[in-house]
């Protein structure tokens, strides 16, 4: 049989098509991202009833039982004074406390913020590195 | 004492300042005393960096609590062995580590190689230079380690969740891997620079590229087993941006570490293993960089300080002049032979490479798709584990599957029918193992008995050239068995250490998938005397402890355990409180092994009500073990693949000296 020489760059040209076919793929079926926003932003925007993820600075008082009826706190701006109110169930973190940097996912209804179960992810203490002037993001 | 530190890190700035400007001057005129002495520059800037080095471990070990960097990581309690980690515990000793390392390395991958590749030398000491200047200035102008402060009586301590074996190891395990990849960089970027762009570069930098790909494989393992026991979320991997960061660069260099084979073997896929180089080379900086800068939400992010542009530029200059500089070269790397066939292995390393290469650039979209939403829309958006889980099974089962056919199938041009024949043992093997599993109620998740049943397949195809090879050994007049099997795997270490990581990886699949699709979750609220069933185990809460030891409270929920009705002993889950204020709360998590199936008892103590009661999560998670047990295997094939080859370097020199060196035309 007489030998065909087979072109690398088609095989690649070929094989990055397929990777983009499965990505289209991938963005048809399973949908998109989730915006990540801040207290201020949540509130300006058009999110009601959209899935988010909201971070901010944890605010007292923290109220309820998240595993009966919803921790209830408050999540500020890094930088401002907009604050939203949260109800969350489910794990809370070991380092959950108020003025801890936290984010979780949730939607919003009514003027709350209402977490995804086991969501909420709390960013380690500040103590552990001096922070730079700024809001860390 | 901060005094030495300081001035140790000038001067190794100095001196690899000198090794990248004269090392450069002297590789583009030719004078090789003073590319000799820029290549004893990059040496000695090891020491400097040693120098400083030591000084700062001296600080912890000695409570010197007037360097501001020893006060915000250590504490006059911390255990010796913490004291010493604790070095890397924040971003300035991190940064140093990076600086020693590489200058260590760097020197060392110098002089071991003079002989092998001493016309593309000159050009290595400059970049590596270059390299470890970015570093060294970071750390003299921004983000020094040596900062003093009015002495406070204690230092801040060192974060809990650091306070850990798993952390001695991880954080310079992880360093290594991305500061081992500066050397193929290093190499690679030279034999560009000089226009040596024969295989020499790939026979100098094998075994470098090897090592940093295990201490990162071997690093990011036991990340996740420090996340796994510590974290206790009952999960490994979360996809967070910096376990990515990690896998990022280990997924291009797995892809590397295969292509290099077909270049050495045919001469072939010369400008793409350049391209991986680099690429692997920039990804490892990136996971510095989103390791240090905090500018993604990653419960990783803690050091938010003002690196991250500085990292960013460096980043950017390191791809512009790779790209500029392979452009340049394209002519020189044209290959020699062209692909015969798509059936071969050449083209199946090829397959590889592509989906390796495309799940971590999949991976770095979701990692940066933050940022760039940001910078396009103002809003960051971000992409969950979904995202990263359907592109690690489009792409992950695929690349199984060719774990198992691509070592059976012939170089240049295999035919389909001898492939039938080498695949039919290993492949009814699985496909038998698959209906098994089907029967057995695995048909839940798709994606996991395919997962399984190609896991098997690469198993099961791995031992058949085990066998085979032995057998032929023995036939070959090896007296015995395991002599036969030594034989066949010392002669020839890379092909056979390469199979036993691939069993690595089939292990790693079959324990991922076991967690990830048959893993099994309760939550309960239980009062003492009330139970819970989790699959096959009932869990009883006997009671609530709540002991105060040395610095902490040790709130614990007892249980007793029964499996399918017989009774299996005690499990104690809860928290630690630490009495410091500012100290975080500690989850301590049960875990109760069951080794012949490889299956954990996973309970969490999720939180203790003033009533007595306890809301318990449990989770069964199947085959999770078989996940360390890879770690073990991976870094055995890793060693057996390093191992030094007296037979192997000698084939390798015989070749190399016959192959035409390659010069501008």
């Given at each position: 049989m007489a030998s065909r020489r087979i072109p690398v760059r088609l095989v690649v040209a070929l094989s990055v098509a397929a990777a983009l076919a499965v990505f289209l793929l991938y963005t048809s079926f399973a949908g998109g991202a989730t915006d990540s926003l801040r207290p201020s932003q949540l509130l300006a925007?058009?999110?009601?009833?959209k899935e988010v993820q909201l971070a901010g600075i944890v605010k007292g008082?923290?109220?309820?039982d998240p595993h009966a009826g919803g921790l209830r706190f408050t999540l500020k701006d890094f930088d401002g004074p907009q604050k939203v109110e949260v109800v969350y169930m489910g794990s809370v973190p070991d380092l959950f406390a108020a003025e801890r940097h936290v984010y979780l996912r949730g939607t919003l209804e009514n003027g709350t913020f209402v977490g995804e179960e086991d969501s909420l992810v709390t960013k380690c203490p500040s103590k552990y590195a001096p922070k730079a002037d700024g809001e860390p993001t | 004492m901060p005094g030495l530190g300081r001035a140790a890190l000038v001067v190794a700035l100095a001196l690899v300042v000198y090794a990248a400007l004269a090392g450069g001057y002297a590789a583009v005129k030719g004078r090789r005393r003073l590319g000799d002495s820029a290549r004893n520059a990059l040496v000695a800037s090891f020491v400097a960096c040693l120098t400083a080095s030591l000084v700062l471990w001296g600080a912890f070990l000695s409570d010197d609590l007037r360097f501001t960097y020893v006060a915000e990581h250590s504490s006059r309690n911390l255990p010796t062995r913490y004291a010493f980690t604790a070095f890397w515990g924040g971003q300035e000793g991190s940064l140093l580590l990076w600086a020693l390392v590489l200058t260590a390395i760097g020197s060392a991958a110098v002089l071991l190689n003079r002989r092998l590749v001493s016309d593309v030398l000159p050009w290595t000491v400059p970049i590596l230079g270059a390299v470890a200047t970015f570093f060294l200035l970071v750390l003299v102008v921004?983000?020094?380690?040596?900062a003093t402060t009015p002495?406070?009586?204690?230092g801040l301590g060192l974060n809990t969740s650091l306070q850990n074996p798993y952390m001695i190891a991880h954080p310079p395990l992880l360093y290594l891997g991305y500061v081992g990849l500066t050397i193929p960089f290093a190499f690679a970027m030279a034999a560009l620079a000089s226009r040596r762009v024969d295989e020499r570069w790939l026979v100098a930098t094998r075994r470098w590229t090897l090592a940093a790909w295990t201490c990162l494989g071997v690093g990011i393992l036991l990340g996740a087993k420090w996340a796994y026991e510590e974290v206790g979320w009952g999960g490994w991997y979360a996809w967070d941006p910096v376990e990515n960061a990690a896998l990022m660069p280990w997924l291009v260099s797995t892809a590397f570490l295969h292509s290099v084979m077909v270049q050495e073997k045919k001469g072939m896929l010369r400008v793409w293993n350049v391209i991986l180089v680099a690429l692997a080379f920039c990804l490892a900086l990136f996971g510095t960089f989103l390791t240090r800068s905090g500018v993604l939400n990653s419960i990783h992010s803690f050091a938010e300080s003002s690196i991250g542009g500085w990292f960013l530029g460096f980043i950017c200059l390191a791809a512009a002049a790779s790209i500029a500089l392979i452009v340049s070269r394209l002519p020189l790397l044209r290959s020699r032979t062209k692909m015969e066939?798509?059936?071969?292995r050449e083209a199946a390393f090829l397959y590889n490479n592509l989906f390796l290469v495309a799940f971590a650039l999949t991976v770095l979209w979701g990692v940066a798709w933050p940022l760039v939403s940001e910078a396009v829309r103002g809003i960051q958006t971000t992409v969950g584990a979904p995202y990263y889980d359907f592109f690690a099974i489009a792409f992950g089962l695929p690349l199984v599957l060719l774990m198992g056919l691509g070592p059976l199938v012939a170089w240049r041009r295999a035919s389909l029918r001898s492939l039938g024949a080498q695949v039919a043992v290993p492949a009814a093997v699985a496909v038998a193992f698959g209906i098994g599993l089907v029967f057995a109620g695995a048909a839940d998740s798709p994606a996991g008995l395919i997962g399984y049943t190609f896991a098997v397949f690469v198993l099961a195809a791995i031992v058949l050239e085990f066998a085979r090879g032995t057998h032929a050994r023995k036939a070959l007049g090896e007296t015995s068995w395991p002599a036969a099997f030594a034989s066949l795997v010392g002669r020839n270490r890379r092909r056979y250490g390469g199979y036993i990581v691939h069993a690595a990886i089939a292990l790693l699949v079959i324990g991922a998938v076991g967690i990830g699709a048959f893993h099994t979750t309760r939550v309960a609220t239980l009062s003492p005397g009330e139970a819970m069933t989790v699959e096959d185990y009932e869990l009883r809460l006997v009671g609530v402890t709540d002991q105060r030891v040395a610095n902490r409270e040790e709130l614990r929920a007892r249980l007793a355990v029964t499996r399918d009705g017989d009774p299996s002993g005690f499990v104690s889950a809860g928290k630690n409180r630490y009495f410091a204020p500012g100290e975080t709360p500690s989850n301590e998590v049960a875990i109760r092994t069951d080794w012949l199936r490889a299956e954990d008892l996973f309970v969490i103590g999720d939180q203790f009500n003033a009533d007595g009661s306890v809301v318990l999560k449990v989770f069964v998670n199947p085959l999770v073990n078989l996940i360390w047990l890879a770690g073990f295997v991976f870094l055995l094939g890793s060693v057996v693949a390093m191992w030094p080859d007296a037979r192997e370097q000698a084939r390798l020199a015989r070749r190399l000296s016959y192959a035409p060196a390659v010069r501008e035309a």
């Open positions: 925007g058009n999110y009601a009833g008082p923290l109220a309820g | 921004v983000s020094s380690p040596f002495e406070p009586a204690d066939s798509l059936v071969s």
